[in-house]
């Protein structure tokens, strides 16, 4: 989000605050689930992050991924909005999160990582940094990129999250933005290849999936149908609240900004951006079409 998109984001949310009854109508109160989507984070910003995470806590709880999964399922009931903490790219700064601000709180999170890139993690290669410029951050010009840029999770990272009750999943195998591959077998490789290293290099069960940029330019229809054989959940990038009657593979994510600030980031999950998705969400069932609604088929 740039600067420009998040000045007038702030004169809409104080146009809500001075009229409360639009805040009713366009933030109804539901009971449902909202995931919040970060990436890697700046070790600067620890302080202001586990702030942040405390007060979402005690406002609305979070609550762990079996838990919300099981709620999707109809086999959990929820009273209220809770929330769900995601992670995409597998940032090694993730995994400082982990230790240092989610351990305390009491936090199980998901944690989505491209396994081409945890391969790779150790030994920083002409390839691999190829990969991440061009992949993960979308052609940037290289010189923009610091060692940050290229410090991600190894596997015995990953271990160690699985070990610690966090669920791990994939965010393809090399991050690239799926509807720009035209070979239905990379296209494979990239979706369901990426599950199957997962599971057998940290010996667990992966479920859920999220693809890369999490917007409808970056999914198409060929994606989706492979994409629903091999996962039982998919999180985008829209936002909104995840109530029972939302699709498991159109879960909503709201994306965090700690920068923006404590207030700016609340506003956002009481809701006050969600109509601005409402066209989004509609567009999103048109790429993906019905046959989502066959679910999960393993082969
Ligand atoms: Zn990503």
Redesign the pocket.
Known sequence: MNLIQKKIYFSVFRFFKMAPILKLFFCPKKTGVRCLLL?RINLDDLAPLRRLLKKMDDSFGFISPADFFAYLRGDKMLVGSKLLLTF??GFKSDRIVADQILKELGINAVF?V?PKIVEAADKVSPEFKRIVQNN?FNGIEPSLLTTKDYDFMNWEDLKALANDGHTIGS?TWT?QRLSSIKDVNELRAEVAASRIDLETKLNIKVNCF?Y???NNQSINALAYEIMVKHYDYCFTGLRGVNTVSVRPHHLFRDKIEIEAGDEFNLNILEGMMDWYYWLKKRELNKISGDELSAGRNQG
Request: glycine share 8%; proline share 8%; net charge negative.
């Open positions: 990436h995409d790219d989505f491209c993960v965010h991050h999220s890369p940029f999490g």
